[in-house]
């Protein structure tokens, strides 16, 4: 639907969405700098040995197709250092440093992650090739063209400065109308039949794909496995989603059912969204608690990728690593990974439980809804939502005596994080975001929600 800015007000938006209060249920080229070699992290261009367990103390799995001996926590490449607004290629450099020396030997990224597979090329094309194994993907969403994709797909070759890739995948299949998208992104066109051709001349080692959205997808791309030669598949797994992904109109399906049937398939898993977009690193109070007592000097992060990593079909853990601090405890967790108990799995399952009557946004900044045309930074805005509904500071009771109270600190606080330009109530309702986003979120429906919360007199 396409809106008038200029015509819409806030009241007509709500009135038009039928949404009330009620309804509100993440170096450079050149040698490593001086900090980083006190540090310990090896010059470039060292042998690094990371398939020594004993040595490093990673927990590794074995790719069964290949026998790659690949780091159970890989290192997400979407969301990487900034500074003055562009990716800081000195600390993306010393990042990859330090997860080297420490066993991580598995990195994911894409075309359209900004400009990481440039920064990621530049990282580790400082090392041997055969030191780490590089997963990318097919992201043509824009132009589907065999043509387009093509060039794509050597574009990435390039920015990586590799002649193969260990891992390439169908990028976030299952979105839009399901089958019919899919159909003209890899069928139609001939892109998959390119990418096994690819496989077989060995300049991919691994075809796979991702998914998000109709399960009909998924399950066709599982039966036509052997067809096409797929040995891998990535999907969304944290412990809500395992039985608690299917949420609203989404046609996703829970990733237990989703982690079984790929082994069943003899499809190895590789995961992404352990913390559900960070969600799990920051659980409301009453949980971190409830995982305190339990294991005192264990972070929640810890805890779910302990989860994650417990499952045996689990080939790698993506976790997307801005800050070093970030990176050394989750490498810490998985070196080596100290797998759940039965009985922590029935206490994670309870949590999960519990969680999921929280009426978050399942947001999990994946930014592919942006830019918006309106400048409205909506994962953002979902980010504040979500952090007030855990803390519980969120005011969706009208009839609490402490409503006021809430509104106003809620008010406050939206404010002093966003500026107005980038606020819900910019928002038009125009859906350009709504194909973009892998979890079919309403976005205009959950803006709504946010401005209701608003100072009228910024409408």
Known sequence: MSTNKETLSRREFLRKLGIGIGSIGLMSMDP?????????????????????????????????????????LGYGMMRLPKKDGKIDQEMVNQEVDYALAHGVNYFDTAPVYGD?????????SRYPRKSYYLATKMSNFQDTSLEASKTMYERSRQLLHTDYFDYYLLHSVGG??????????????????????????????????????DVKVFDWLVDHAEQYGFTFVQIEMNYIDWRHAKQGNKKDADAEYLYNKCEKAGLQCVVMEPLLGGRLAKVPDDVRQQLAERRPDASPASWAFRWVGTHPNILVALSGMTTMDVLQENIKTFSPLDPCTSVENDFIAKIADEMAGIPVIPCTSCHYCMPCPYGVAIPDNFAIYNECVNDKSLPSDKTAPDYEQKLKAFQARYEKALPQSARADQCVDCETCLPRCPQQIRIPNQMARIVEMLPMSNA
């Not at 700098?33 to 990673?58: C, E, I, K, T, W």
């Not at 440039?118 to 580790?124: I, R």
């Not at 390119?194 to 991702?210: M, Q």
């Open 116 to 124: 990481s597979e440039e920064a990621t090329g530049k990282a580790l």
């Open 176 to 213: 839009g109308d399901g089958m019919g998208l899919f159909n003209k992104r890899f069928i139609d066109n001939g892109v998959l039949d390119f990418l096994v051709k690819e496989r077989d001349a060995g300049r991919i080692r691994n075809l796979g794909f991702s998914y998000h959205g």
């Open 32 to 72: 490593l700098s001086s900090m980083a070699r006190r540090m310990g992290y090896p010059q470039p261009g060292a042998r690094l040995n990371h398939f020594d367990d004993d040595v490093v103390g990673m927990t590794y799995r074995i790719n069964r197709s290949t026998q790659d001996k690949v780091s159970l």
